[in-house]
């Protein structure tokens, strides 16, 4: 699985309940939020618009995905906090590797700004986002359990220490049809990548 098709089997709505660890303060947050993920064609326009945003070809592209999301945490101050908004991806693979290559973003995780990072397939089918920006760096890890559940791993490491690690439990709550796909399509290739999974650990792959 490439991270394109990682993208298409997240596509639909989510509950997410997430749990944040302030790391310098020794204390935890918890909350959660609503997020809907779109799968995107390479020519979509919000995929050429992002790719144009950063100076990349958009024939480079395999596509990307959009995402919008509302929610809250339980240190949030009435009418002063704001959890919800929206981004595009884009995925630009190395040439020689489809499962790693360049992520284009609207607005990063860690900073509200567009920025270049990079994406990879690891050993047990996770998709990983790296981010560099000028003060932090920023690590996001996403896996399907089950081919209802998807778990997203974070962390943020600025001057020189980490900030915050966060782990969330996301639960799909509704799918969105691809439209070169079924549904029961999409639920089907999820078992198998996920039978594979099993199957390459036990023998060690």
């Known amino acids: ?46 995929v050429i618009e992002i790719c144009q945003l950063h100076e990349v070809d958009p024939s480079s592209a395999a596509g990307g995905c959009f995402v919008s999301w509302e929610g809250s945490m339980s240190w949030d101050r009435e009418n002063e906090e704001n959890h919800q908004g929206t981004t595009v991806f884009v995925l630009v693979p190395d040439r020689d590797n489809p499962r ?3 992520l284009l973003r609207e607005r990063g995780y860690a900073e509200i700004m567009p920025v270049i990072g990079q994406y990879h397939m690891d050993d047990d089918g996770g998709l990983v986002l790296t ?22 791993t974070s962390t943020v490491k600025r001057f020189g220490g980490f900030s915050t690690a ?26 198998d990548v996920l039978e594979s999974q099993r199957v390459g650990s036990v023998l060690g792959w």
């Open 131 to 152: 981010t560099e920006y000028e003060t932090m760096s920023a690590e996001e890890r996403f896996s399907f359990p089950s081919p209802g559940i998807r778990t997203r």
């Open 166 to 191: 966060s782990f969330c439990i996301e639960t799909r709550i509704e799918a969105i049809a691809d439209p070169a796909s079924s549904e029961e399509v999409t639920i089907r290739s999820t078992k």
């Open 100 to 102: 790693q290559g360049q």
């Open 1 to 46: 699985m490439d991270a394109m098709q990682f993208f298409q089997l997240s596509s639909g709505k989510w509950r997410s309940q997430r749990t944040t660890h302030h790391l310098p303060f020794r204390r935890a947050e918890s909350g959660e939020s609503d997020i809907l993920v779109k799968a995107l064609g390479a020519d979509d326009p919000q």
